[in-house]
T-cell receptor, first 113, second 114 residues
Framework: SQQGEEDPQALSIQEGENATMNCSYKTSINNLQWYRQNSGRGLVHLILIRSNEREKHSGRLRVTLDTSKKSSSLLITASRAADTASYFCATDEYETSGSRLTFGEGTQLTVNP | DGGITQSPKYLFRKEGQNVTLSCEQNLNHDAMYWYRQDPGQGLRLIYYSQIVNDFQKGDIAEGYSVSREKKESFPLTVTSAQKNPTAFYLC?????????????FGPGTRLTVT
């Protein structure tokens, strides 16, 4: 079953603008990860945030995690056309095997030049 | 050049035929996974394996089978029992240990069954 739900399903912005994507989940987690997928390709890992962390940065990416609201957000600052891709959150659920992840439905981001 | 490979990139089969998708990794990862992705959708876990000669069903295992005879290889067979096999199939691998690690994905195999 899909645990994570991304919001919005699709987002279209202009180059230079910031893009914010949200992910909500249902059960307790050990950590939450964000992945990127270019059209027709495999996924690439972006960032992992643990359940005891509230915010994490990596380059132009900023991820927040609110375990009380069971939600996370991914912010991409100063977006570029090359950021056009689908973005997925994935959760490592506390009750399941430590190695498996549950992926959300994804947000399709389009950055217009 | 370390990584995870899947072959072929595109695969066409007639309905009623079994087909095997290849997945190989040289990252020395213990865990390997197979996902199915339908258009505009997220990933759904088919099977995963944490050790050679052992594997577990994911959320949508019906109509699929796997083997893990070598650490490097985790082939997926789509059987004729799978009612709607046309999809994009992704293989991934990850280390194992305390906590969870990022998964490394192959480029995917797009299977079309007619």
């Amino acid at each position: 079953s899909q645990q994570g739900e991304e919001d919005p399903q699709a987002l279209s912005i202009q180059e230079g603008e910031n893009a914010t994507m949200n992910c909500s989940y249902k059960t307790s987690i050990n950590n939450l990860q964000w992945y990127r997928q270019n059209s027709g390709r495999g996924l690439v890992h972006l960032i992992l945030i643990r359940s005891n962390e509230r915010e994490k940065h990596s380059g132009r990416l900023r991820v927040t995690l609110d375990t009380s609201k069971k939600s996370s957000s991914l912010l991409i600052t100063a977006s570029r056309a090359a950021d056009t891709a689908s973005y997925f959150c994935a959760t490592d659920e506390y009750e399941t095997s430590g190695s498996r992840l549950t992926f959300g439905e994804g947000t399709q981001l389009t950055v217009n030049p | 050049d370390g990584g995870i490979t899947q072959s072929p990139k595109y695969l066409f089969r007639k309905e009623g035929q079994n087909v095997t998708l290849s997945c190989e990794q040289n990252l020395n990862h213990d865990a390997m996974y197979w996902y199915r992705q339908d258009p505009g959708q997220g990933l759904r876990l088919i099977y995963y394996s944490q050790i050679v000669n052992d594997f577990q069903k994911g959320d949508i295992a019906e109509g699929y089978s796997v083997s893990r005879e070598k650490k490097e290889s985790f082939p997926l067979t789509v059987t004729s029992a799978q009612k709607n096999p046309t999809a994009f199939y992704l293989c991934a691998s990850s280390p194992l240990g305390p906590g969870t690690y990022e998964q490394y994905f192959g480029p995917g195999t797009r299977l079309t069954v007619t």
